[in-house]
């Protein structure tokens, strides 16, 4: 069985030794946990806070859920912060990539407008990755992605971290997912496979749909009762406080055709990184796709 996985790191900069340990320790049980026959080809960590520290230090975590090529791309920036926020993004050595790319946001004049930048070369390049396209506005977070061989289909995978501060911009932002799923679904190399995109989106799970771009399902699940100890967690959601925040979208419902060997997603929470501050406020979410 074949599962993606996402997980909002919490301002993680990878230079503190007890929280990489307990990060570690619960990323090497994902696949016991998952199940004996489980693989996870691609995963995402997100709100990633500098690529020096945090690059062989997510190297080494991903690596424990079977992630062997790591890259960590900026996806936006806040306004008078040091240096951008990057996406990890894992794929097994069983996962040729074929791309690897972003879209960024342009908050100007008044609407939003997508900035599509795929990586100039793979591996991407150390210049690209830890600089954002011109044109991207301050305080917003795109999508990074890859494009990956799962199984003999060419499959899109994008995370996401939507700002949480300003209510209006994370509903903006969530609307878009459809032109997103779009953007990574015309990459040459895509030949019709299936979209997913997972993360952190600080709305609540709907469809999103854009006349331009079709409809995009969410795949979500909350967490069931958990006892209390060592943290207070309500149950429902995919944080502590109980807000069903990170799930999954894909451009096909659960009806629709699904390439060989696919399966309808099945979306399922990790609870052992919901652990703050060992680790985060969000648990890790997979999603099976074969």
């Not at 619960?26 to 026959?37: D, H, K, N, S």
């Not at 912060?81 to 050595?93: C, I, L, N, Q, T």
């Not at 690897?100 to 795929?118: E, F, M, Q, V, Y």
């Not at 979500?220 to 967690?233: E, Q």
Request: proline share 12%; net charge neutral.
């Amino acid at each position: 069985m074949d599962y993606l996985f996402h997980q909002n790191m919490r301002v993680f900069g990878g230079d503190a030794a007890a929280r990489n340990q307990a990060y570690e320790v619960a990323f090497a049980q994902l696949r016991p946990t998952l199940g004996a026959a489980s693989n996870v080809p691609i995963g995402g960590f997100t709100e990633i806070v500098n690529n020096t520290t945090a690059t062989a230090t997510m190297q080494m975590l991903a690596g424990r859920m079977g992630l062997t090529t790591v890259y960590l791309i900026a996806c936006g920036k806040t306004a008078l912060a040091k240096g951008p926020e990057y996406v990890a993004v894992g794929a097994s050595a069983a996962t040729p990539i074929l791309a690897a790319g972003r879209i960024a946001i342009d908050a100007s004049h008044n609407k939003i407008t997508l900035i599509h930048d795929p990586a100039p070369a793979l591996p991407p390049p150390p210049g690209w990755c830890k600089t954002l396209p011109p044109g991207a506005t301050l305080d917003y977070r795109g999508v990074v992605y890859l494009i990956a061989n799962v199984g003999g289909t060419a499959i899109a995978v994008g995370f996401l971290h939507n700002m949480y501060t300003d209510p209006n911009t994370r509903t903006l932002i969530a609307e878009q997912i459809p032109h997103f799923g779009a953007l990574m679904a015309a990459e040459p190399t895509m030949a019709g496979g299936p979209v997913y995109i997972g993360g952190d989106f600080n709305v609540l799970p709907i469809p999103r749909s854009l006349p331009a771009y079709g409809l995009y399902t969410p795949y979500a699940i909350g967490i069931p009762a958990l006892p209390p100890p060592p943290h207070p967690i309500k149950p429902g959601g995919t944080t502590a406080a109980g807000n069903l925040y990170d799930y999954w979208y894909s451009d096909r419902a659960p009806a629709e055709p699904w390439p060989p060997g696919f399966v309808s997603p099945v979306a399922g929470v990790y609870t052992p990184t919901l652990f703050y501050p060992d680790m985060s406020d969000h648990c890790g979410v997979v999603l099976r796709i074969r």
